[in-house]
């Protein structure tokens, strides 16, 4: 039996952790958690780098961008959160687009923004 996808939209970690806490909160109430719903939660509550509002809003600012434009490279962005313009090179590595210092500082300066 196979589940078919109706919907797909890119979230990123942090989000995934927030609907995930829901998630285990209604299944604890149930009776006991599953192993693999626990392994999930604690992999996101270990690489969740900001609140799941504010790593929506950077996604948001960080899309905007001509040089990011698309919704999936943002999120990764969010997730990954590059402190050096090499990090951000390395998710732009197998686009078809090379970033200028200035791009890659632009991107760098809306993440700090968000850094906590």
């Known amino acids: 039996m196979?589940?078919?996808v109706k919907d797909f939209e890119y979230i990123t970690i942090s989000?995934?952790?927030?609907i995930m806490e829901e998630i285990a909160k209604k299944r604890q109430e149930e009776?006991?958690?599953?192993?693999e719903t626990r392994r999930a939660l604690k992999h996101l509550r270990l690489?969740?780098?900001l609140p799941a509002e504010k790593a929506k809003e950077l996604v948001e600012e960080l899309a905007k961008l001509p040089q990011v434009g698309r919704k999936d490279i943002a999120v990764k962005l969010a997730d990954i959160m590059p402190r050096i313009p090499d990090e951000v090179r390395v998710i732009y590595a197998k686009e078809r687009v090379t970033l200028t210092s200035e791009q890659t500082e632009e991107i760098l300066d809306i993440i700090d923004k968000y850094r906590i």
């Open 15 to 18: 989000e995934a952790k927030e």
């Open 2 to 4: 196979f589940k078919e």
């Open 47 to 49: 690489f969740a780098k």
């Open 31 to 35: 009776g006991e958690l599953l192993f």
